[in-house]
C-alpha cells in the first residue's frame, strides 16, 4: 500500500481528476475511482499529503454504503482490486484500499446537505439575520446546538477551486423538478437520521453532512463518499457543550491551524507542518475505528 498523491493509469483515460478523487473510464457503463491522499481546505489543495487519508475515507464510505445498502442503492461494482480488469492489477499496491469501480450515473446538479447541528455557516448565518438557508429558527439558540429537526440545504456544485453556493429549496426544484427534489430530501434525511443515531451510538456526533445523488436509467442511487470527514462535520459525543465551537474528527482541525497563519486562503498553501500533518491523520483514522469498530493496518 502506497501514500498516492496523484495517480496516472495509462490505460483507460483520465475522466476527471478532483480535489482528492481521480476518476477513470474504464468502460461505457463502468469508472474506476481512486480517492488520494491529496487534502484540500477552503477548495485549496495543500502541497503535502495526509498519509493514507484516502484509504480511511474510501473505507468509511464503503462501510456506510453497506450499512445504507436496505435504505438506496448505490454505485458500487467492485471494491476487491483481485476483480478488477487485468490491466489494473500493474497499479494494485496503488489501488488497494483507496480504489473502487462503480457504475456511471448522471450526478445530479446539487450538493445534498443536511444540517443537524447550529455551526459553521450556518450559525453565522443565524446570529446575523435568525435563518439558515432559508429556515427561520428560534430565538435563542446556542453555537453547536441540535436542531430539533434537521435540515435539508441543498448548495450548488461549484468547479474546482470555487465555491458551492447556497440554494433555496424552490431554486433546487426548478433544476430538479418537485417530485426528484422531495425523493431526494426524504433519502437524504433518512441517511443522515440513520448515521447519526448509529454514530451517537459509538460516541460520535455528526453535526452535518453533504451527499450526492446520480440517476442510472432513471432510478435514483447514492453515490461519491458517504458520511466521512471530509463531507462531514464528526464531534465527540463526550465532552459535548452547546455555547462553543466543538473538538473534532474531521478537516476542522486542519482548517483552525490554517486560519491562525498569515495567509488570505487562496493558493499557493502554507506548507503543514510534520505534527499538524500527523493530527489530522490521527484524527481521520480515529474517526473510522470509533465508527466501525475495526482497526486498519496503515
Known sequence: MQVVTSTDIKEYPLRSRGKVRDIYDIDESTLLIVTTDRMSAFDVIMN???????????????????????L???????????RFPAPLQAYRDMLEGRAVLVRKAKPLPIECI???????????????????CGYSLPAGLLESAKLEKALFTPSTKAELGEHDENITLAQAEAMLGKDLLDKVERLALDIFTQGREYAEGRGIIIADTKFEFGLV??????????LTPDSSR????AGYTPGKGQPSFDKQYLRDWLSAQPWDKTPPPPALPADVIAETRKKYLEAYEILTGRTLSL
Open 114 to 132: 443536511v444540517r443537524g447541528h447550529i455551526t459553521g455557516s450556518g450559525w453565522k448565518d443565524y446570529k446575523s439575520s435568525g435563518t439558515v
Open 234 to 237: 464528526f464531534w465527540p459525543a
Open 217 to 226: 436509467d432513471g432510478e435514483l442511487i447514492l453515490i461519491d463518499e458517504v
Open 72 to 82: 438506496v442503492k448505490n454505485h458500487l461494482v467492485e471494491r476487491d482490486v483481485d
Open 48 to 70: 503535502e499529503p495526509i498519509p493514507y487519508k484516502g484509504v480511511i475515507l474510501n473505507q468509511i464510505t464503503l462501510f456506510w454504503m453497506d450499512r445504507f445498502a436496505g
